[in-house]
T-cell receptor
Framework: AQSVTQLDSQVPVFEEAPVELRCNYS??????LFWYVQYPNQGLQLLLK??????LVKGINGFEAEFNKSQTSFHLRKPSVHISDTAEYFC??????????FGRGTSLIVHP | GAVVSQHPSRVICKSGTSVKIECRSL??????MFWYRQFPKKSLMLMAT?????????EQGVEKDKFLINHASLTLSTLTVTSAHPEDSSFYIC????????????FGPGTRLTVL
């Protein structure tokens, strides 16, 4: 079985500040990890993914995430956020099942 | 990147009617498509998985007679909500897996269904 925990339901931050959105997972096998972003009334857009290799993954819009196997984490970071980054962010894990499991989402709210 | 479209983007219907939502992969072949339902402030709930040319696999608790899924070709899957009721109002999102890149799902823009 696999599961994903996004520890923060909402993260408020001021514009140009750094941000970290947390994601922890559990799986009995090797995993693929993903971060998606969802803007209001839209579908999900892939930000980045970890399949293998380097544990630091860079994605679109200046986001990056680090896979930490010992801590079973895949936290998403951005050094300086913009108003336009305000959205819902979903972490997902795919282990033995070919169907990924999604976290409940973290709402990033960027204030001017 | 890969593009998945959904049609319609919004639909309002009367209770008791049926609504069909289309999901298309525009620039790749999708052997597998997924249908999700998203409630306000909630994560995605996987409803069913459909493979081209075969019957869909429904998740536990999802009524297969109410949510009819057809995956007739490698680029098209449809979800039909039959005899819709107000509690079926939701945001429905499809996603498709590229046959050539099985590690990634591409999501459609979603369909907002409102049942009056």
């Amino acid at each position: 079985a696999q599961s994903v925990t996004q520890l923060d339901s909402q993260v408020p931050v001021f514009e140009e500040a750094p941000v970290e959105l947390r994601c922890n997972y559990s799986s009995s096998v090797s995993v693929y990890l993903f971060w998606y972003v969802q803007y209001p009334n839209q579908g999900l857009q892939l930000l980045l993914k970890y399949l293998s290799g380097s544990t630091l993954v860079k994605g679109i819009n200046g986001f990056e995430a680090e896979f930490n196997k010992s801590q079973t984490s895949f936290h998403l970071r951005k050094p300086s956020v913009h108003i336009s980054d305000t959205a819902e962010y979903f972490c997902a894990v795919k282990g033995g099942s070919y169907i990924p499991t999604f976290g409940r989402g973290t709402s990033l709210i960027v204030h001017p | 990147g890969a593009v998945v479209s959904q049609h319609p983007s919004r639909v309002i219907c009367k209770s008791g009617t049926s609504v069909k939502i289309e999901c298309r992969s525009l620039d790749f072949q999708a052997t597998t498509m997924f249908w999700y339902r998203q409630f306000p402030k909630k994560s995605l709930m996987l409803m069913a998985t459909s493979n081209e040319g075969s019957k869909a696999t429904y998740e536990q608790g999802v009524e297969k007679d109410k949510f009819l899924i057809n995956h007739a070709s490698l680029t098209l899957s449809t979800l039909t909500v039959t005899s819709a009721h107000p509690e079926d109002s939701s945001f429905y999102i499809c996603s498709a897996r590229d046959r050539g890149r099985a590690d990634t799902q591409y999501f459609g823009p979603g369909t907002r269904l409102t049942v009056l």
